[in-house]
């Protein structure tokens, strides 16, 4: 069972914390953990970077996947190389892409370049990949096109009828990485507007990263900045998918389109990220007949070592 967190001076990640200054709490309650990681570990759990495309088929005007992620085109082994090594951790990428109400596995947390170069290749190609099944959640519908309503949030929106699945592909893509339980430290990265065309919001997306203790990174794709205040509804979805990042104790960026560039950029990013936080954890006891819900917490022995972010999940156990 992990917990991941930063703590920050300032602007400065606080880089150099001990077990001694850290308290987890479950249910309240002060328990022991056996697991600590940190930037100062010597031999740091591997890291795996998430990452899941929305490449929904274009939409007149307001989507192009073509146009969104242009580094398909020139992307290389050498720069798969670069964002696998790094001589602090096991970097490890997982690929996948939602379109439409459909979800494909590219491929696996792997360390091999070419595997990661076969994957981008593959990003734009209908079909491509391990299809995974996607479900709306609980309580959750369709929205069919129709009249504009001043609820933002169950109204229809713009080119609804076009719009894809990308909250559920992203409860899908959670789900799948992890099937195999496995002591590794994991981050999710989504490339969206995060409109999709259901009723699913992205706090649903947010409840189940943090049930997982899977911090979020929103990539807002807002393509061409042709989501703008003029269309209010699909704004607003919008800016809650960003919010996912502050929700899950991840980080928000917008980029209209992801060149080569401006992806090496965002993975570069991420894994300092993803390299400065600390994970703690236990293996809980086994348990005699019916599991229930813990709630678990991380809490810092003195306010003086910092601003303490992300830090609190949900499990069963």
């Not at 795996?48 to 088929?57: A, G, M, Q, R």
């Not at 307001?62 to 969104?68: N, S």
């Not at 809490?299 to 609190?312: D, N, P, W, Y």
Request: charged content about 20%.
């Amino acid at each position: 069972m992990l917990l991941s967190f930063h703590v920050t001076q300032g602007k400065q990640s606080v880089t150099d914390l001990t077990p001694a200054d850290v308290l987890l709490l479950e249910d309240g309650k002060p328990r022991d953990f056996s697991i600590f990681d940190g930037p100062a570990t010597k031999i740091r759990m591997p890291l795996d970077l998430v990452l899941l495309f929305d490449t929904n088929p274009a939409i007149p005007y307001f989507w192009d996947p073509d146009a969104v992620y242009p580094f398909v085109r020139n992307w290389d082994e050498g720069m798969s190389r670069a964002a696998l090594n790094n001589h602090a951790a096991d970097i490890r990428i997982s690929v996948y892409h939602a379109a439409g109400q459909d979800l494909y596995r590219l491929v696996r947390a792997t360390t091999d370049a070419s595997q990661l170069l076969d994957a981008f290749g593959s990003l734009l190609t209908p079909e491509a990949g391990t299809a995974i099944p996607l479900f709306l959640p609980p309580n959750r519908d369709r929205v069919e096109p129709g009249p504009f309503t001043n609820d933002y949030v169950t109204s229809a929106f713009i080119s609804t009828g076009s719009r894809g699945w990308p909250l559920e592909a992203a409860i899908g893509t959670l789900n799948d990485v992890t099937t195999a339980p496995e002591k590794v430290a994991r981050l999710l990265v989504i490339f969206s507007e995060g409109i999709g065309a259901t009723t699913t919001i992205p706090e649903d997306v947010g409840n189940h990263a943090l049930d997982l203790g899977i911090p979020i990174y929103p990539v807002v794709t807002n393509y061409q900045g042709h989501i703008t205040s003029s269309y209010p509804r699909n704004q607003f979805r919008m800016g809650q998918f960003a919010k996912l990042g502050k929700m899950t104790g991840g980080r928000t960026v917008e980029h209209q389109k992801i060149d080569a560039a401006t992806l090496r950029m965002i993975l570069e990013s991420v894994e300092t990220d993803g390299l400065s936080e600390y994970v703690v954890g236990f293996e809980p006891s086994p348990t005699r007949g019916t599991s229930k819900a813990h709630k678990l917490e991380i809490k810092l022995v003195s306010k003086s070592s910092g601003k303490l972010e992300g830090g609190t999940r949900r499990a069963i156990y």
